[in-house]
C-alpha cells in the first residue's frame, strides 16, 4: 500500500504561482497530477515516470506547468505558473508502482492505484 501526502494548495491571484509537492510512502514509478473543479470531471494535468522522458502535459497547461521528480527524496513537484481562475479546482495526486507505456495511459484515471486526499487551489480573477 502506497499513501500520498499531498501539500502545496492555496488562494492566489490570476498570474500567481503555486507549487504542489507529492511524496509518496513508497516506491512508485508513475506519478501524475489531476484536478476537478466543482461539477466537472476529474482531468490529468501532468504525469511523470521515473526518467524525465516520460513526462507529459495537458494540452492547457503546457508552457505554464512543470512536473519534475526527486528520486532521492521520492517526491514529485508540480510547478504552476500563471495560474488562471479557471484553473480553481481540487488538485490530486496519483501513483502507480509500474511505468505506463504512453500518454493515453497517463490520462486514464482508472488506471492509478494510489490517489491522495487532494489539496484545493483557488486562483481569484
Known amino acids: 500500500q502506497v499513501q500520498l501526502t499531498e501539500s502545496g494548495g492555496g488562494y492566489v491571484q490570476a498570474g500567481a504561482s503555486l507549487r504542489l509537492s507529492c511524496a509518496p510512502s513508497?516506491?512508485?514509478?508513475?506519478v501524475s497530477w489531476f484536478r476537478q473543479a466543482p461539477g466537472k470531471e476529474r482531468e490529468f494535468v501532468a504525469g511523470r515516470g521515473w526518467s524525465a522522458d516520460d513526462t507529459y502535459y495537458a494540452d492547457s497547461v503546457k508552457g505554464r506547468f512543470t512536473i519534475s521528480r526527486d528520486n532521492a527524496k521520492n517526491t514529485v513537484y508540480l510547478q504552476m505558473n500563471n495560474l488562471k481562475p479557471e484553473e480553481t479546482a481540487v488538485y490530486y495526486c496519483a501513483a502507480a508502482t509500474w511505468s505506463f507505456k504512453d500518454y493515453n495511459a497517463y490520462q486514464r484515471t482508472g488506471d492509478y492505484k494510489y490517489w491522495g486526499q487532494g489539496t484545493q487551489v483557488t486562483v481569484s480573477s
Open positions: 513508497g516506491l512508485a514509478f508513475t
